[in-house]
């Protein structure tokens, strides 16, 4: 299997590449695992943290340029689109929202069609592309009301995705992806990277900025479970998919200051007083606009879950970032 995960250099990309090696093949149509003869990581960025590996592939471009996408997609077999410009970012600045996340993921589609093989095709969305007059928990019929640039421009992602799957030209699905707590790393132009931060920063001894009320309630899920669904929702036969190509994923609702709490009680009081609380209305205006509740039946019912609680999703970052036995400041 030949494969290409666009946003490779990115945390989710990284830890994708990092999963499919481990095992040195993937299932696909719950069949017999075949093996992995290439991952191209496709990035404007290099990668610059990777395990050396001779079937790991680093491509550096931009996925508006067409011989870039081209080059990158000409032998795919599975492909994960993670490449993105996040929400703050896509709604600070609107044209590159829009040549990123949907004249870039048209471009990606394009050439993917144009190797007549009908690839197979993850794309990751997310649960901005709700908004506005919603229900106490979306159920997987709502349909999107997207109040961002960024919710819109995924909503056209999955739109997308649905049409060149019904013509023909490859297989593709769509995950909504709850918030992912806690990223690794470095806060990014997310409105929602405060909620990482709060808890990563600390951690480490550093001070961290929450720009968002105690009772801000936010619908999140680890890296650990969102990796384990970009596989499974690869490996899953066309057949349970149909027509509706888009899946919302099972996570858990906390509010902000819940979090803070479990962050005391696991890693100690000094680690919750270095979070700032530093009000900014944009920010919490974004925030408030996403669903916090989702009900997620269609996924599980595939197989599917969430991570039970945010004291289960704060030390799974302990045992994978800081390490066995959570040494942490």
């Excluded at 991952?39 to 508006?64: C, N």
């Excluded at 077999?77 to 703050?88: I, K």
């Excluded at 920063?201 to 929450?210: D, V």
Aim: glycine share 8%; net charge negative; charged share 25%.
């Amino acid at each position: 299997m030949r494969i290409l995960i666009t946003g490779g250099s990115g945390f989710l990309g990284r830890r994708l590449a990092a999963a499919l090696l481990s095992t040195g093949t993937v299932t696909v149509d719950e069949g017999t695992p075949s093996p992995i003869e290439r991952i191209t990581l496709f990035d404007s960025v290099p990668a610059d943290d990777l395990v050396p590996d001779s079937r790991v592939e680093l491509l550096t471009g931009d996925i508006t340029d067409r011989n870039a996408v081209e080059h990158a997609a000409a032998e795919a077999d599975l492909v994960w689109h993670l490449a993105a410009v996040v929400s703050a970012g896509a709604e600070a600045d609107f044209d590159l929202g829009y040549r990123i996340n949907v004249d870039g993921t048209r471009l990606l589609l394009e050439a993917l069609r144009a190797t007549n093989r009908r690839p197979r095709v993850v794309f990751a969305s997310g649960f901005a592309v709700f908004g506005g007059e919603m229900p106490e928990s979306v159920t997987d019929e709502f349909h999107t009301t997207p109040q961002s640039s960024y919710g819109t421009q995924k909503a056209i992602g999955e739109l997308l995705i649905a049409d060149y799957s019904r013509k023909g030209f490859l297989d593709g699905r769509s995950l909504r992806l709850p918030t992912i707590v806690v990223r690794p790393g470095k806060p990014n132009r997310a409105a929602s990277t405060f909620a990482s931060s709060i808890i990563r920063e600390p951690l480490i001894g550093a001070e961290a900025i929450c720009p968002v009320r105690r009772d801000t309630a936010i619908y999140i899920l680890s890296p650990r479970r969102v990796t384990e669904a970009l596989l499974r929702a690869m490996r899953l036969p066309d057949s349970v998919w149909g027509a509706n190509r888009t899946l919302p994923l099972p996570g858990i609702t906390v509010t902000v200051g819940t979090m803070v709490d479990v962050l005391a009680r696991v890693a100690g009081e000094a680690a919750a007083e270095r979070i700032r609380w530093q009000p900014d209305p944009a920010i919490q205006r974004i925030v408030e606009s996403w669903p916090v509740r989702a009900e997620a039946r269609r996924a599980r019912s595939l197989g599917f879950t969430d991570d039970g609680s945010f004291e289960a999703i704060l030390r799974a970052h302990l045992e994978d970032e800081i390490g066995a036995g959570g040494q942490h400041a």
